[in-house]
């Protein structure tokens, strides 16, 4: 297969896409996709996960792929966080930590 565009989407978004295929149809990416986001997804409405895109947006040790990641787990601890930039070249202060669960603490699950 080859890819022909790249963009991030909400985690709700590509759970949507995912859920209105037949299972038949879904490649075993996109089936392992599917179950990882019906099981880990915590966040279904659009507007919450734009609006808390915009506040992590506005840190600027973070890159849009780190953002749509912390959307996909909303993390509630420290640790969580720092399993999100384990592999990632980026060295997160502990005031920017505490910054993103603030954050993702701003919102009810």
Avoid: G, W
Avoid at 62 to 91: A, G
Wanted: hydrophobic share 35%.
């Amino acid at each position: 297969m080859k890819v022909k565009s790249e963009e991030y989407v909400f985690p709700a978004e590509a759970l949507e896409a995912l859920q209105e295929k037949e299972v038949e149809d879904l490649s075993h990416e996109q089936k392992i996709a599917l179950e990882n986001l019906e099981r880990h997804s915590r966040i279904e409405d659009i507007e919450t996960l734009e609006e808390l895109k915009s506040e992590l947006s506005e840190m600027e040790s973070l890159k849009d792929k780190h953002i749509y990641k912390l959307l996909e787990v909303v993390p509630q601890h420290e640790s969580t966080v720092r399993s999100v930039f384990q592999k990632e070249r980026v060295k997160l202060e502990d005031s920017e930590i505490q910054q993103i669960l603030e954050i993702c603490q701003s919102i009810e699950l």
